[in-house]
């Protein structure tokens, strides 16, 4: 790992497809797009606890992915059937500059919810998924949360302007389609991080599990695998 610290991977994983999460509505793919251009992992293995990482390791930048499962950190009202983290980090190499980049989650085709609709607030950016037997949230944090990591030099680009309008309304985007988190211009130094949240549970009328599951730190995700 050279952009994430903890605990030594165990197994190597050849099948390098698209990293991917299964849910009972469907396939929900992570993507990698630098200057319009998607990339696929390069190198991929388990981790101890089930989790995976996946690194894309190129010429002009250096970029991990980790995925935990966060079933075992939840508390009595974030109950859901399954929670499921997605970190990735990106860094420019030396003498590199990375002029836009995207991060997503996305449904692949062949899903078979029926409805969907945003949910965000306080802090959180949230899309809610369900059919007739299920309900689930696809969740990132909301720009509040981005300014203030910028503001502290905590892995967000100092390039990032959220107070401009431009910006502001169009930082996170969703639809039926999933969640995308777009970034401009990164400079070698810098290492940016974006995180996704992803949990279902069999529909029960008024119970917001899953969208209290989706909320949560980028710590939290990544606490379950001893990885910081």
Request: aromatic share 12%; proline share 4%.
């Amino acid at each position: 790992m050279k952009l994430f610290r903890g605990k030594e991977v165990l197994i190597q994983d050849n099948d390098l497809v698209k990293p991917s999460i299964y849910t009972p509505l469907g396939t929900i793919e992570f993507s990698l797009a630098v200057t319009s251009e998607c990339y696929l992992p390069t190198h991929g293995s388990q981790l101890k606890h089930g989790g995976s990482l996946y690194q894309y390791y190129y010429d002009s930048f250096n970029c991990e992915l980790v995925l935990c499962n966060l079933n075992h950190n939840l508390s009595s009202y974030q109950e859901v059937d399954e929670c499921w983290g997605a970190v990735f980090r990106i860094r420019p190499n030396t003498h590199y500059r990375i002029s836009k980049c995207s991060f997503s989650a996305l449904w692949k085709a062949g899903y078979s919810w029926e409805d969907y609709g945003s949910d965000t607030g306080e802090n959180l950016e949230a899309v809610e998924y369900a059919n007739e037997q299920y309900r689930l949230h696809i969740g990132t944090q909301e720009e509040p949360l981005i300014m203030g990591k910028r503001n502290q030099g905590d892995m967000s680009p100092k390039s990032l302007d959220l107070d401009s309008d431009s910006e502001k309304y169009s930082f996170v985007l969703h639809s039926d389609q999933g969640i995308e988190v777009p970034v401009i211009q990164m400079d070698s130094h810098e290492i940016c991080q974006v995180h996704f949240l992803i949990a279902w549970k069999r529909k029960i009328e008024e119970d917001i599990s899953t969208w209290l599951a989706v909320d949560q730190p980028t710590k939290e995700i990544l606490k379950g695998e001893d990885i910081w």
